[in-house]
T-cell receptor, first 110, second 115 residues
Framework: SQQGEEDPQALSIQEGENATMNCSYK?????LQWYRQNSGRGLVHLIL?????REKHSGRLRVTLDTSKKSSSLLITASRAADTASYFC??????????FGGGTRVLVKP | DGGITQSPKYLFRKEGQNVTLSCEQN?????MYWYRQDPGQGLRLIYY???????QKGDIAEGYSVSREKKESFPLTVTSAQKNPTAFYLC??????????????FGPGTRLTVT
């Protein structure tokens, strides 16, 4: 099974609304990363949050990390049509190999 | 213009043929990775390399082979032994410092179709 599991699998919102997605993982981590993938394209790194951090911001993105619950959340505020993409969390359960979850597909309707 | 490139964008092959996917980076990264992505799914690691002339199997290495003769290049060969090779293949690179893990930079991907 995958180390990271995103929830929900799919999300549909109106432009201007906030989008929240969650990631749960199984083993201890050093850091957790979030990536975005536009349809048919490569992934783009969004944020890296270390295990000793609880919250991190980047523009309209806010990531939280709760190591006691082994979970993370990604919040996109004031969403735009251009935010339509799949979002993946990635963790490192062993060694130094990133392991990706199945992703959350976000659709922002204009 | 720094980055990581993959070619070709689309590739079609007949069953039973080997095919090599190209991945080049000019980011001076030590580590490079190959992932496979199936429709609606996440990424699965095929092979990775942390240094020239060395590489390690990932989670789904069977039916694939790689080489790392140059720091900038990490080609992936999909052999005829791969039972279901049709997929989207992504190459990535990252800084490598001991056991510290940094963000990965991805290429645009190659969509391989085998019929």
């Amino acid at each position: 099974s995958q180390q990271g599991e995103e929830d929900p699998q799919a999300l549909s919102i109106q432009e201007g609304e906030n989008a929240t997605m969650n990631c749960s993982y199984k083993t201890s981590i050093n850091n957790l990363q979030w990536y975005r993938q536009n349809s048919g394209r490569g992934l783009v790194h969004l944020i890296l949050i270390r295990s000793n951090e609880r919250e991190k911001h980047s523009g309209r993105l806010r990531v939280t990390l709760d190591t006691s619950k082994k979970s993370s959340s990604l919040l996109i505020t004031a969403s735009r049509a251009a935010d339509t993409a799949s979002y993946f969390c990635a963790t490192i359960p062993a060694g130094n190999k990133l392991t990706f979850g199945g992703g959350t597909r976000v659709l922002v309707k204009p | 213009d720094g980055g990581i490139t993959q070619s070709p964008k689309y590739l079609f092959r007949k069953e039973g043929q080997n095919v090599t996917l190209s991945c080049e980076q000019n980011l001076n990264h030590d580590a490079m990775y190959w992932y496979r992505q199936d429709p609606g799914q996440g990424l699965r690691l095929i092979y990775y390399s942390q240094i020239v002339n060395d590489f390690q199997k990932g989670d789904i290495a069977e039916g694939y082979s790689v080489s790392r003769e140059k720091k900038e290049s990490f080609p992936l060969t999909v052999t005829s032994a791969q039972k279901n090779p049709t997929a989207f293949y992504l190459c990535a690179s990252s800084i490598q410092e001991g056991r510290n893990v940094y963000e990965q930079y991805f290429g645009p991907g190659t969509r391989l179709t085998v019929t």
